[in-house]
């Protein structure tokens, strides 16, 4: 019997200065998943952008709030990403289209838009206790579905 890959959760403050250490607990649970050099940059565009939105607009950036990232490799081709503040909340049918010609050249509220395009399946909700919580999935390359 093989035991499944763990759960890695980081807890921290809202503090950017833990973007670095994040990144590099992503990459290598990504590495771990199998993902490719591409697979990698994706994941880590997607990961950032989640928890800078975690700290800044989740918890605005109040060191007392926590965010909380896990990755996990279950099954062994997938990685799944949890980012969970203690925000307020907001509503994902409310966010702005960054494409739209009046959002176009602002220079921010592009980070759910590269989360939904560089991972395979992404879920925005409230969580029960509060905040919000971003559920991320990336398949490792040779799992992807052949079309």
Do not use: C
Not at 109 to 137: A, C, K
């Amino acid at each position: 019997m093989t035991a499944s890959p763990p759960t890695i959760r980081l807890e921290f403050g809202s503090a950017f200065d833990m973007l670095d250490f994040v990144q590099v607990v992503s990459d290598y649970v990504g590495r771990l998943t199998g993902l490719d050099e591409d697979q990698m940059y994706e994941v880590s565009v997607a990961v950032r952008e989640s928890v800078v939105n975690a700290i800044k607009h989740g918890n605005k950036n109040d060191v007392a709030k926590r965010v909380i990232v896990e990755f996990s490799v279950e099954p062994r081709d997938h990685l799944t990403v949890r980012v969970k503040d203690q925000g307020p909340g907001f509503d994902p049918d409310d966010i702005p289209d960054p494409l739209a010609p009046e959002n176009i050249m602002k220079g921010s509220g592009r980070g759910i838009l590269f989360m939904r395009n560089y991972m395979d399946d992404v879920s925005l909700t409230r969580h029960p206790e509060g905040g919000m919580q971003i559920w991320m999935i990336k398949r490792a390359a040779q799992a992807q579905p052949q079309p």
